[in-house]
Structures are given as structure tokens and as C-alpha cells.
């Protein structure tokens, strides 16, 4: 088996698991991809066994661990062995139980290859999210869409994959989720960080944000805050602006907020106490989506959670809390922990083909820098295709530097009677629009359509029938890897603002 996520790569991988017997931190078994001097290790397991499925396509959750920087030798290794047992595990089990199989896939942070003894040679705070990630994860996806040994006999449903992360792991649901949009049916961020996630990006994905009320980004004096206070102000700022920038009704930035009421510390934890959340409702005590502006800024500004004020919010609240059973120390506590599967997982489904499309390719995965030569880049970084846009031009250093006054690339697609009409916003001459075989079928014909005189206007350029190209539907899946990700033709633009513009049709995604 050899699924191909990028042509110039060249991977090959066996599912065959690797046997650890050599160090008690790593589970029994697991699988690695390599890539650029880092390593890529994860498990996979399918829970829910014994119920009767209504199809072998299975819904598969891809958790991400806390952990991150710290001075404790294995301290990653041991939060990818206990979070996959004591919090994922637990939690996806229960909902499988009830609703059919649950492919859980569990990566240890992307680490240095290399490593000392049993420890890794560099390992810190953006293990989920460092340059080399991006790659390993969308390589780890395809490889696990196509039928492989680890699952049989059942297989992943491609619309339903989803993201979770918990602390550390939090950080990285942001930005992988931010950076691999169409990989995802939704992303559940828990207790974590956005550290500068591009949100622009993620329209079309399901975001829940899970946080406690008292969870506290670590800190001492007027550097104490509240994680409640970040995710919050992340939503005002940035995601309630995107979603009036970009208009669509009010349903282009889909997301959730959860802030719940949480214990109190237990004595010797003074004010931080990062995972101990109720399951109980009625402790959810914001629950804020996208119409809910007047909500988050109602709570931001009658709760100051920062530095010693936040000190003395949190002695106040502890005054005033009555619980019905002791304080529990543990980092993963499933008895406590909303369960994003009862209230996310059955309602969400990606739409590979989305009518509108916001891509920022300066939001893409970065470029990492090959080990000794900095001034090259590993084969295979670019991301070059989200949804149904394609990235002509390579390498994109000089695409991305080039669009710091065209912004994001806005595009529609739509139909006109008997005509699929592809309506970008921004006319450029570097990407491509691809189209499904069912966009050009049974007679259809195909019109560009540009904006114009800033927008005001707009100018079609009618291109008739279009026929399916056998070289572009293998070179789509060969690059997504994702059989719902496989497009028959693909449309362009030549020219620019000042020449005029054209429309051409692909023969290929080269050309």
C-alpha cells in the first residue's frame, strides 16, 4: 500500500504496526511516518466493535494529546500513552457503544527523528503544529483512507473526520485545523491556545471550542489569564469580524463556544486547575455560537479574568461553590469532560464541494527548512489544493508575497439554469477552478464569471461544454488521496487587471 499525498515524495509504507518492546512510555504498538529528520508516530484503533454498524464506512477521530514544553524526561510520550487510554479512549468507546464503530487514531506529537536514548532530541510547546506537522498529518489521513490491514474490515468515512485536541493538543486542533480545512467535517479545540491560528481559512468547518471558566494559561501575577477570556476574545476579534467581512448570512464561520463551570482546585493547586468540567448542562454557563455577539462581550466585560484580579474572581467564586462530590486531581478526568462526540459528532458532515471557497494562501502550511541547509525546503511542503481551488503556480513564495493587497481568494460556484457558473472574487492568473464530472455532465455548459470595477460589476466569460480529462481526475486523487476529493476538468484565468483577462481550459493541472 502506497497512497500518494504529494507525486514528488515517493513514500512507501507498510501497515504493519512497529513492536515497541524497549521503552515502557511508547504503547505496545504503533505505526511512524518519517519526514524531513522528524517523525510522525501514531495509533490506530477501531472501538465499538460490537455494535452491529449500518456500514463498514466508519467516522474516525483524530486526538491530539497535551504536553508540550516541559523539563520532565518522556513527559510527551507518557501524555500520548495516557491521554489516548484515559481521556479519548474512554470518552469515544462510550459513543461507539451506542452509535456503531469509531476509528480512533492517536498521534504523538511530531518530535526530531533523532533521539537520546528514549528521548526525543527536540521536543517542545508546538509539537502538534511545527512546520514539519502539516505534512506528516495530511499524509497520515490518506493513508488511512485508503483500506489498509490496521481496520479491516471496516474503512473511513473521508466526510467524516474529525479533529480533537486537549491542551497542548487544543493548540494544535487550531492550527491544523486552520491550515488542513478540507481534510475535516469539524475540530474540537479544548483547553487550549489559538497561538495566531489563521482563521480566515475555516469557513466551511464546524469549530467547538471547549473551556473552563477557572482554567488559567500558566502565569504568575499580572501575567495570570484566563483561557475562558482568550477563546472569547479570539471569538469577538476574529471570528465575528471574519464573519462580517465576509457577509454569507451569517453562516460561513460555524462554531461553538463552551465555557463551563469547573471545580474547585484542590488544596496545593493554588488558582490553576486545567481539566474538570461537568458534564452536567446546567454548569455550562456561556454557551456562545455565531449570533452571539452581545453575549461574549456582556461576559468579557463583566468578567476581568486577568492578573491578581483574576486571583481574587477566582477566591470570590470558590466562596460561593457548593459541589456534590470532592474535587478530582486528575489531568484527564472522562467523568468530568464534556464529551464533544454527544454533541458534535452525529450532526456534522464535510461538504467536499462547498459553494464558496475562502482560501488566504498566506494562511498555508508553512515551508520547513531542511536540516543544515536553511536555504532549501524538503519536496513535498506546498499545499496546492483546498476543496475545489488548485495552486497553478509553484513555488508559492513569490504567489503569497504577491498577495498581501489581494487578500484571501473568495470564490462561488452555482448553477444558472443549465450553466455551473464559477464566480471568483478576486481574478487572478495563478489559481485553478476545478470542476466534479457532475458539474459537466448531461449537457451542462460552464461560465467564468469575475467581479469587476471593484467589484461593482461583473464580466462572464462563457466557455460551453466542457469534457472530463482523464489526467486530471488521476492526478487529483493521486494528490488528495480522497476519492471525494477527485475533480474531471479544471478552468483558469490568463492575463491581469490592467491587459484584460481570459479563461482557459486545463488539459491538466500543469496546464
Not at 466508519?58 to 489516548?84: F, K, Q, V, Y
Not at 467524516?160 to 493538543?169: C, D, E, K, T
Not at 531542511?370 to 489544493?385: H, L, S, T
Request: proline share 6%; charged share 25%.
Amino acid at each position: 500500500m502506497a497512497p500518494i499525498i504529494r507525486p514528488e515524495i515517493g513514500w512507501d509504507w507498510d501497515s504493519k504496526p512497529q513492536n515497541n518492546a524497549k521503552n515502557s512510555n511508547l504503547p505496545q504498538k504503533f505505526f511512524q511516518i518519517d519526514y524531513n529528520g522528524h517523525a510522525l508516530m501514531f495509533t490506530v484503533d477501531v472501538l465499538g466493535k460490537g455494535v452491529q454498524p449500518d456500514s463498514k464506512s466508519c467516522p474516525m477521530w483524530i486526538c491530539l494529546h497535551g504536553g508540550g514544553t516541559t523539563s520532565a524526561t518522556n513527559n510527551n510520550d507518557e501524555e500520548w500513552t495516557s491521554a489516548r487510554k484515559d481521556l479519548f479512549e474512554k470518552l469515544i468507546s462510550t459513543h461507539a457503544a451506542a452509535h456503531g464503530p469509531i476509528i480512533m487514531v492517536c498521534p504523538r506529537g511530531v518530535s526530531t527523528k533523532e533521539r537520546h536514548g528514549d528521548v526525543p532530541a527536540y521536543d517542545e510547546y508546538n509539537l502538534h503544529f511545527r512546520d514539519e506537522s502539516y505534512v506528516l498529518m495530511e499524509q497520515m489521513i490518506i493513508r488511512l483512507l485508503r483500506p489498509n490491514k490496521a481496520i479491516e474490515p471496516y474503512f473511513v468515512d473521508p466526510n467524516r473526520v474529525f479533529l480533537w485536541g486537549f491542551s497542548a493538543g487544543g493548540d494544535g486542533a487550531f492550527n491544523v485545523g486552520a491550515r488542513l480545512i478540507d481534510r475535516f467535517a469539524g475540530v474540537v479545540a479544548a483547553a487550549g491556545h489559538p497561538n495566531g491560528a489563521p482563521f480566515d481559512n475555516c469557513a466551511n468547518l464546524e469549530m467547538l471550542l471547549q473551556v473552563g471558566e477557572r482554567d488559567v494559561l500558566v502565569g504568575s501575577g499580572e501575567r495570570r489569564i484566563s483561557r475562558a477570556k482568550v477563546y472569547l476574545e479570539e471569538i469577538r476579534t476574529r471570528l465575528m469580524d471574519l464573519q462580517k467581512e465576509k457577509g454569507g448570512n451569517g453562516s460561513l464561520y460555524s462554531y461553538t463556544c463552551m465555557v463551563v463551570q469547573t471545580e474547585t482546585a484542590p488544596p496545593g493547586t493554588d488558582y490553576f486547575y486545567h481539566n474538570s468540567w461537568s458534564t452536567d448542562d446546567t454548569r455550562t454557563i456561556l454557551k456562545a455560537s455565531r449570533d452571539d455577539e452581545a453575549t461574549v462581550k456582556a461576559w468579557l466585560q463583566q468578567n476581568d479574568l486577568q492578573g491578581e484580579k483574576f486571583k481574587k474572581w477566582l477566591a470570590a467564586t470558590d466562596a460561593n461553590r457548593v459541589w456534590t462530590t470532592p474535587p478530582r486531581p486528575e489531568w484527564y478526568n472522562p467523568n468530568t469532560t464534556i464529551n464533544p462526540l454527544q454533541v458534535f459528532a452525529d450532526k456534522y458532515k464535510r461538504n467536499p464541494t462547498p459553494n464558496r471557497v475562502i482560501w488566504h494562501l498566506k494562511a498555508r502550511p508553512p515551508k520547513p527548512q531542511v536540516p543544515g541547509k536553511p536555504e532549501e525546503a524538503p519536496k513535498g511542503w506546498e499545499k496546492r489544493m483546498m476543496y475545489w481551488l488548485y495552486v497553478r503556480q509553484s513555488p508559492l513564495d513569490s504567489v503569497a508575497a504577491g498577495l498581501v493587497d489581494n487578500g484571501a481568494e473568495d470564490v462561488s460556484t452555482y448553477t444558472s439554469g443549465n450553466t455551473r457558473i464559477i464566480h471568483v472574487a478576486r481574478p487572478n492568473s495563478h489559481m485553478g477552478y476545478l470542476l466534479k464530472e457532475s458539474w459537466i455532465s448531461g449537457g451542462q455548459t460552464v461560465t467564468l464569471r469575475i467581479n469587476v470595477d471593484g467589484s461593482i460589476g461583473t464580466k462572464d466569460f462563457p466557455l460551453g461544454s466542457l469534457v472530463a480529462q482523464s489526467t486530471i481526475k488521476t492526478q487529483t486523487k493521486e494528490l488528495s488521496g480522497d476519492t471525494e476529493l477527485e475533480f474531471a476538468a479544471m478552468v483558469y484565468l490568463v492575463g491581469s487587471s490592467t491587459a484584460g483577462w481570459s479563461a482557459k481550459i486545463a488539459q491538466s493541472l500543469d496546464g
